[in-house]
């Protein structure tokens, strides 16, 4: 494989990486913190990209589209953790799971009934769609680096935010000891409410960042959640740290196994067989990383410390 092909699968495996960092960060602070089984966090992704797709038709700037549809997204959120997940707060694993799934469903038909059954895509601006060069010729989407640029500046500001502001402090012990946290006088409703808007508002920006690429589709936030799950519990549940670590070797890990494992195979198989093999491989190759690493690991890559106080 050359330079040139090298290089622009080492910026896919980024992109998808700091894109399923996006999504697996609100996940992982939710399940985390809350105690709360989100399977409808895909549902913010997808509205993240349609809301911006829609803005971004109106206004003509896409820009001013995504600066639009982040406060739109965290509300939703807002809405969202006091209808639903407030009252489920302690209880089982199991009806959160439901009511989730439930939530999927009337999210997706909300979402048909706005938007309709096709696709919406998003125009760049002309700045943002062009082509970086580098030396020996090579080429790079600019709108690609941009993506990996905002998601590596988003895990910047997250650490700063976690481990350098008061706000962060009160998250790490509500998450660390609940009960203690309410003890000292801690709000834990707004700080709840809080820490889940921040998630849907992470997980909507995900969304507005790939729907000029892939366009908002409705059934975006189901394919990507299956895996932003299987990134926190590669990387640890809880931990930010291990999102991003787990987030960037699971698109690494996918990117390079559709793109080299059909050559790989043709060197020890029948070409037939190699091309039968490999999308089956390529295509587990996230959830093999995931099982491997269990073996050695099985609370994930970087588990924070257990928690204390009550339970759920």
Do not use: C
Not at 2 to 7: K, S
Not at 21 to 43: E, K, M, Q
Request: glycine share 12%.
């Amino acid at each position: 494989m050359n330079a040139a092909l090298a290089a622009t699968q080492i910026v896919n495996g980024l992109q998808l990486g700091v894109l399923l960092f996006l999504v697996a960060s609100g996940l992982t602070l939710i399940f985390g913190i809350l105690d709360f089984v989100n399977l409808a966090h895909g549902v913010f992704y997808m509205l993240g990209a349609f809301v911006s797709a829609s803005l971004s038709a109106w206004t003509g700037s896409w820009p001013l589209a995504v600066g639009l549809s982040l406060p739109v997204v965290a509300l939703t959120g807002l809405v969202t953790e006091r209808l639903v997940a407030r009252p489920l707060y302690g209880k089982s694993h199991l009806a959160q799971v439901l009511a989730t799934f439930g939530l999927i469903l009337l999210a997706d038909a909300l979402a048909m009934l706005v938007w309709g059954v096709e696709g919406r895509s998003v125009a760049l601006p002309g700045w943002l769609d062009g082509r970086v060069t580098l030396g020996g010729g090579m080429e790079l989407p600019l709108y690609r680096l941009v993506i990996i640029a905002a998601g590596l500046a988003v895990a910047g500001g997250l650490y700063l935010w976690v481990h350098h502001t008061r706000f962060g402090m009160l998250v790490r012990a509500a998450a660390a000891n609940r009960d203690m946290a309410e003890a000292l006088g801690v709000d834990t409703s707004k700080l709840f409410s809080a820490v889940f808007a921040l998630g849907a508002a992470l997980a909507g920006l995900a969304g507005m960042l790939i729907a000029p690429v892939t366009e908002a589709s409705l059934s975006m936030g189901s394919d990507i959640i299956i895996i932003a799950f299987v990134v926190i519990i590669i990387g640890g549940i809880g931990s930010l740290k291990g999102a991003f670590i787990a987030a960037l070797l699971a698109g690494m890990t996918d990117t390079m196994g559709r793109a080299w494992l059909d050559g790989a195979f043709k060197l020890v198989m029948p070409a037939q067989a190699a091309e039968t093999a490999a999308p089956a491989i390529s295509a587990m190759s996230v959830y093999i990383l995931m099982a491997a690493i269990l073996v050695a690991r099985p609370r994930g890559l970087f588990p924070p410390p257990s928690r204390g106080g009550r339970d759920g």
